[in-house]
């Protein structure tokens, strides 16, 4: 079963770090481009980064360029968003989401949640 | 960066309903667009990929339509399932970006 799972979340102070991680299973990871997706209380769907199947090719939004590092190791099957400088605008709940190149994000994790606050 | 813009953003509709949502894109993205439903305190599910294709285990009552910046998803029937929030979303560049959402409420 092809499956992701994140971890990582929690409660944080604006100004801090966090780490988030996804443990993908099921699936060939290192064949696969991986993206961050985040969703704010009561919002829509937000991109926030991609990484290509072999980490040479890495985009972000505006909204967390400079900030945000997408990272992943794909010996341990395992992808990454490394957070700092967070903002209150930060708090979401983060997906991870496997894509094919043609058929879009194919594949959710449940989601881990970031919470910003003082 | 390519905007997506959805309309309506909420839509009341009763079951056996045909319910349509458009998709408009600020540039075209040809038919790399693909449309996703999301229940409450779930992740979001693909359900139609390359502006037309019905993903695997996807009811047919759903459709999808369009290329360039004009793309529309239909129910061709509602059922009491697809009571949900359904996002667009372009992949022709690599900044990904969502639509706002539409709210498929009961009538």
């Known amino acids: 079963e092809v499956q992701l799972v994140e971890s990582g979340g929690g409660w944080v102070q604006p100004g801090g770090s966090l780490r988030l991680s996804c443990a993908a299973s099921?699936?060939?990871?290192?064949?696969?481009?991986m993206n961050w997706v985040r969703q704010a209380p009561g919002k829509g769907l937000e991109w926030v980064s991609k990484?290509?199947?072999?980490?040479?090719?890495?985009y972000y939004a505006d909204a967390v360029m400079g900030r945000f590092t997408i990272s992943r190791d794909n010996g341990k099957e395992l992808l990454y968003l490394e957070m700092s400088s967070l903002r209150d605008e930060d708090t979401a709940v983060y997906y991870c989401?496997?894509?094919?190149?043609?058929?879009?994000?194919?594949?959710w994790g449940q989601g881990t949640t970031v919470t910003v606050s003082s | 960066d390519i905007q997506m813009t959805q309309s309506p953003s909420t839509l009341s509709a009763s079951v056996g309903d045909r319910v349509t949502i458009t998709c408009r894109a600020s540039?075209?993205?040809?038919?790399?667009l693909a449309w996703y439903q999301q229940k409450p305190g779930k992740a979001p599910k693909l359900l139609i990929y390359?502006?037309?294709k019905l993903e695997s285990g996807v009811p047919s009552r759903f459709s999808g339509s369009g290329s360039g910046t004009e793309f529309t998803l239909t129910i061709s029937s509602l059922q009491t399932d697809d009571f949900a929030s359904y996002y667009c979303?372009?992949?022709?560049?690599?900044?990904?970006?969502f639509g706002q959402g539409t709210k498929v409420e009961i009538k």
């Open positions: 989401a496997k894509e094919d190149y043609a058929n879009g994000m194919e594949v």
């Open positions: 099921g699936f060939t990871f290192s064949s696969y481009s």
């Open positions: 990484i290509s199947a072999s980490s040479a090719s890495i």
């Open positions: 540039q075209s993205v040809s038919r790399w």
């Open positions: 390359q502006a037309s």
């Open positions: 979303q372009q992949y022709n560049s690599e900044s990904r970006t």
